[in-house]
Structure formats: C-alpha cells, structure tokens
C-alpha cells in the first residue's frame, strides 16, 4: 500500500448549490486538523447559504480518521445549535458499510442531524427483486437475448482485448458468455446484490473463469477511477432505477474518452403474442403500469436515444431485436414467462395491493403468451432495445 502523503489530495470537497449538498469523497485521513481548512471553511460556507436542509453526501467516502470525523461533525454540530432551524441529512452508502454507524451516532447527539443509507431507499423494487426469486428469470432472459446480442455486440464497441465494465451485472452470466466468446483483457462486473454476486462468483468458480473481478457497488455511485474502460455494458438495468440519468452519468464517468457507453431496455407493453394476442396485450400493457407503480419505467427502450444524448454522448447506435419462441427451444420463452408471472402477479401486484380478480386476469395475459409460444403454430415475442453512445474525445 502506498503511504499516506498528507501533500498529496486524497479527497474531493464540493458544494453544490441546486441540491443544497456538501459532499466528501475519497480518503481523509489528516495529521493536523490544519489540513482540512479549505474544506471546513467550505462546509462552512455551504451551511451559510442553505435554509431548510443541506446535505451531507459521504457516499464515496472510503476512509476517516478521528481527526477529520470529530473535525467535520464540530461543525455540523455547532451549526445545529446555531441555526436551530437547519437540518441536516448525512448520506451515506452501504457499499461502504462502515460510515452509517458512525455518522449514526451524531444523531443521538443533535435530533437535526438524520442520517440516510442512500441505496436502500434509491432502488424502490429492490427487495423483490432481489430476493423474490429473480435468479432463474434473470438466467433464462440472459440465455435468450445472448443469441442476438453476440451478433450486435461488435458494433457497439465489443472486440477482444478491451477493458470493459459490466454494471449491475445481477447473477454475471453476460460478463461469462462475454469472457467466452470475446476474451476482453479485463471485466469488472458490479451489482448491488450480495445474493447475486455471491451466485456469481460460484458459477465463474465451478466452471474456472478466470479474469472477471465480481464487485460489490453502488451503479450510482461507484467507487471505480474515471475514464478506465472502452466499453461499458449496463443490461436491463437503467429502466428499474427511478432516476436513470445518475447512473448514465456515472457510466459515462468511468468511460474512456472514444470508449463506449452500451445499454439494453425493453418496451414492456410491446410484448406480444399469437393466438389470444388481445389478452396478452392487456396483461403486459398492465405489467407497464404495475412497475410505474415502483418507479420504474420498463417502457425504456425506445426512450434510449433521448438518454444517451441528454448524457453527453455522440455516434448514437440503436437497433432493436425480438426474443422469439423460435429462438431455440420455445419451453426457453415458456419459461422465462412463468418466472415474470411468478414475481409480477405474486409478491409485485400483492405488494400494490391488487385484488384477486384483477390478479387473474393478469396471470391469464401470461398464461396466454405461454400457450402462444408452445402452441405449434403459435409466435410469441419480447422485444428489446439496443443502444450505445462514444463519449467523446
Ligand atoms: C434487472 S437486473 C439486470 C441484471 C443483468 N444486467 C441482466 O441483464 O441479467 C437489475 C440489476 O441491477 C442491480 N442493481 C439494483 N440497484 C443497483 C445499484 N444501486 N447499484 C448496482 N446494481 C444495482 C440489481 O441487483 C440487479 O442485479
């Protein structure tokens, strides 16, 4: 490990003003508290011109000492008593597990000073999501889209030898079949799901992959250098996240200048199928709406070169293709639809509060769409959308 050399900057302080936050990021570990003086002197100043709540985002704050905490919350502390009126909301992030117990403690000191875990409340459908059985639908969904992408890849910045990020990389079956087939010199693959990542990295052992480096994150918030990679995947992903312009923001961030930017999103409502397609419609056209609900917008995909270009992006690339029942076997699709049924009609609609008619007309739209795609003369579909962006030299 490099020795801490107090001259050299290992931390960021900013203030900024639309979102009323201060923010402090990377290593502070001082020997005097002389050091931090610019940046106490700018939390001091952010707290001068804020009413009502300001900030304090630690998200990225990977290291404290003593003399930098007690430094830092004198001030917070002091401006409690002060401004009476003032609050202040300490984010924090659970990727670094262990700021929240520590900033925790100076709410029990000032009750104006709350502190919120940022991940927790970001993702809204997080929890069913992750733990309702998302593993099997997630691996079916990856088996059925690879046979296209493998082909679309290349022309959206995949060849072999590149370093590349897999963001939100759930159970990591992309950045295998990618390691496999394309042999980048590098992978870093994140998610924030400790069941996922765990799954993850026992399949990459069983089958000795080597060469993907399976990391715990914030896809908001990384705690990865800027511009390290020429091609950064984030598949199925912006559309759960109920701001998805931070992450492009962030995916854009860790790629290099040339390098790009690739996403995948559907258009729920355009899933579709032959015979009973008018019940199949109704149900994932609702299935649109039940994600409204959690925030998040599956009806994406073809909002992607909006996204990209608000993100900074040029050389925009979007192509769309269609999941069949006759891309390979039709019990895949069957399958993959049993799983959505599963945690769209189950644990999702309950968790809105459906009733249990509406809940059988909604499960008759995938029952439909399974008949459809076992049916011999049947066709049934899941279209996705493809985009990439170069972030520009
Ligand atoms: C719909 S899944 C897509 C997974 C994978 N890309 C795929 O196509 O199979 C969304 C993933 O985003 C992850 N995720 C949610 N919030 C996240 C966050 N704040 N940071 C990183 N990953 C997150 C979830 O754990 C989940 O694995």
Redesign the pocket.
């Known amino acids: 490990m490099t020795p801490y050399d107090p001259l050299v900057p290992h931390f960021k302080a900013r203030y900024d003003v639309n979102n009323q936050e201060f923010s402090i990021s990377g290593v502070v570990r001082p020997q005097t508290i002389d050091e931090l003086a610019p940046s106490i002197a700018l939390l001091k100043d952010s707290i001068s011109r804020v009413r009502g709540v300001l900030y304090v985002n630690i998200r990225r704050l990977t290291q404290m000492n003593n003399t930098a905490f007690h430094a830092f919350s004198r001030v917070i502390i002091d401006a409690c008593r002060a401004y009476p009126d003032l609050k202040f909301v300490v984010v924090t992030s659970s990727v670094v597990g262990w700021t929240t117990q520590k900033f925790r403690r100076l709410s029990g000191i000032e009750p104006n000073i709350t502190v919120e875990e940022y ?1 927790s409340e ?2 809204p459908g ?1 929890s069913f ?2 733990e309702g059985g ?1 593993i099997p639908i ?1 691996r079916t ?2 088996k059925m ?1 690879w046979r296209h992408e493998r082909a679309i890849l290349p022309r959206h910045g995949m060849q072999s030898g590149i370093v590349m990020a ?6 990591g ?2 950045a295998v079949l990618v390691q496999k087939e394309f042999q980048p010199s590098r992978i870093v693959a ?4 400790r069941s ?1 990542l765990a799954y993850a990295r026992s399949v990459a052992a069983t089958f000795d992959i080597r060469g993907i480096e399976y990391t715990y ?4 918030e990384m705690l990865l250098d800027e511009e390290q990679f020429d091609l950064v995947t ?4 912006l ?3 109920n701001r998805p312009e931070l ?1 492009l923001k962030e995916l854009y961030r860790i790629c290099k200048p040339g390098g790009r930017v690739y996403i ?1 999103n559907e258009k729920n409502s355009h899933c579709l199928g032959e015979p009973r397609s008018d019940s199949i419609q109704w149900t994932y056209n609702e299935v649109a709406k039940l994600f409204e609900h959690f925030e998040m917008d599956v009806e994406l995909g073809p909002k992607s070169r909006r996204y990209l270009t608000e993100a900074g992006f040029d050389d925009i690339r979007v192509e769309s293709f269609m999941v069949t029942n006759l891309d390979g076997d039709p019990q895949d699709f069957a399958d993959m639809i049993a799983a959505w049924e599963n945690v769209y009609a189950g644990d999702m609609a309950k968790n809105r509060g459906d009733d249990p008619e509406f809940i059988e007309r909604f499960r008759q739209g995938f029952q439909d769409h399974i008949f459809a795609a076992l049916h011999p003369k049947g066709y049934a579909g899941w279209p996705i959308w493809v985009a990439s962006g170069r972030r520009p030299l």
Request: overall charge negative; hydrophobic content about 30%; some cysteine.
């Open positions: 991940d970001f993702y997080q999501l992750e998302f997630l969904q990856t889209t897999d963001i939100c990389c759930g159970i079956d992309f994140l998610d924030h799901s996922s994150g914030d896809a908001s984030c598949r199925h992903s559309q759960i996240f992450i995948t």
